[in-house]
């Protein structure tokens, strides 16, 4: 959730039925715990989001505390907009991610598809959000093949 305020939005969700809630640690830098306590108690798996720009060091206190989020979502774009390229030098915070957390969620967004997701899984992403190359792909289901494959082989 790119939001002010996520707190806002864990209930509504929560009865939705999502799963999980990912938010950007830019925004909740005064209330993550009582963020992702509010997330388990509405029965989703917590996620912090890191734009480009931000230091990695930012999520170490979110992924050690004694309620941890559960996954990592590094983003590989500016949020906002789809369509854009994919930073590769934003794999640098996954391989980093990946040596300090061998067994966390590390996730990717912006970008994805079959020129560069060898160098996002080889990195220690996970999980793959792919969104232009594959609703833009004339075979959805073939890039979505290949970017699950590359990841599981990785």
Same mark, same amino acid.
């Given at each position: ?81 789809? +369509? ?46 792919? +969104?232009?190359?594959?609703? +833009? ?18």
């Amino acid at each position: 959730m790119m939001v002010t305020n996520p707190l806002d939005y864990v209930e509504p969700l929560g009865k939705a039925g999502a799963s999980g809630f990912t938010f950007h640690v830019e925004t909740s830098k005064d209330n993550w715990q009582e963020l992702i306590q509010m997330i388990k108690s509405h029965g989703m798996r917590p996620g912090v989001a890191l734009n480009p720009g931000t230091p990695i060091g930012e999520v170490y206190p979110l992924v050690e505390a004694e309620k941890p989020v559960e996954m990592v979502l590094v983003m590989t774009v500016e949020p906002g907009f789809g +369509g854009q390229k994919f930073m590769p030098e934003m794999m640098d915070k996954v391989r980093i991610l990946r040596k300090r957390y061998p067994l966390l969620d590390i996730e990717v967004d912006g970008g994805l598809g079959p020129s560069n997701i060898d160098m996002a899984a080889s990195a220690g992403a996970n999980c793959i959000v792919a +969104g232009s190359s594959v609703f +833009g792909a004339s075979e959805p289901a073939e890039v979505i093949s290949l970017l699950r494959s590359s990841v599981q082989k990785a």
